[in-house]
């Protein structure tokens, strides 16, 4: 089945520990995006990417850092995590920008 | 700003019928979504309208109205399989995605 996927699904990290969270699609969609989620909100747009074209949102603080090395696989990066950023991180794809969103699992992210 | 809201919470029984709202201002419009999430679990899309009335799927319709910048998502038959928070979002002039909090729906028996 075409899908998008998510690992870890649970990541713990301590306080200023690096972290990388991936994200794979078989859906070969061109538009990867990467979401944090807080519990009871919306979920907040971190990147996108359409195909190799990278796009940061402009309040996604520079401790957010997105590689996309191929079409089926994206990586979001955290720096050095802090309590605040403790969230359920959202992996999602679609065939271009006006299309409906596939979502992935989604990575639910602990900060010690 | 861009803005969209819908309630925070409603309660429905079982077998009923209940209505989402949704109101949005947004720098144009390319579209509306609706998404249901279950707790702890990613959303997943359930409609989409670009034109102005009433898109029916199975149990679930969604209507739009782009002169009053409102919206709805209708459930009908209410299943316990429904509680869940249903999330309308809004494609707007340079195609991003602007989201609302959500809507919680609560189903009792």
């Known amino acids: 089945d075409a899908m998008v996927i998510q690992n870890p699904r649970y990541q713990v990290t301590q306080f200023g520990k690096p972290v990388t969270l991936s994200c794979s699609q078989t859906?070969?969609?061109?538009?990867m995006y990467w979401y944090q989620q807080k519990s009871s909100q919306a979920p907040k747009l971190l990147f996108h990417?359409?195909?190799?074209?990278?796009?940061n949102e402009a309040d996604t603080p520079d401790n957010f850092q997105s590689r996309r090395p191929n079409t089926s696989f994206c990586f979001l990066d955290i720096r050095s995590p802090g309590l605040g950023d403790a969230a359920m991180y959202l992996c999602?794809?679609?065939?271009?920008?006006?299309?409906?969103?596939?979502f992935g699992p989604g990575t639910r992210l602990t900060v010690l | 700003g861009q803005n969209i809201d819908q309630p925070t919470e409603m309660t429905a029984t079982e077998g009923a019928i209940v209505q989402i709202n949704c109101t949005y201002q947004?720098?144009?419009?390319?579209?509306l979504f609706w998404y249901q999430q279950h707790a702890g679990e990613a959303p997943t899309f359930l409609s989409y309208?670009?034109l102005d009335g009433l898109e029916e799927k199975g149990r679930f319709s969604s209507f739009l109205s782009r002169s009053k910048g409102y919206s709805y998502l209708l459930l009908k038959e209410l299943q316990m399989k429904d509680s869940a928070s249903y999330l309308c979002?809004?494609?707007?002039?340079?195609?991003?995605?602007?989201w609302g909090a959500g809507t919680k729906l609560i189903i009792k028996p």
């Open positions: 309208n670009v």
């Open positions: 859906l070969n969609h061109n538009v």
């Open positions: 979002a809004v494609l707007d002039s340079n195609y991003q995605l602007i």
């Open positions: 999602a794809t679609s065939r271009d920008e006006y299309n409906e969103q596939f």
């Open positions: 990417y359409y195909d190799k074209d990278f796009n």
């Open positions: 947004t720098s144009g419009f390319n579209g």
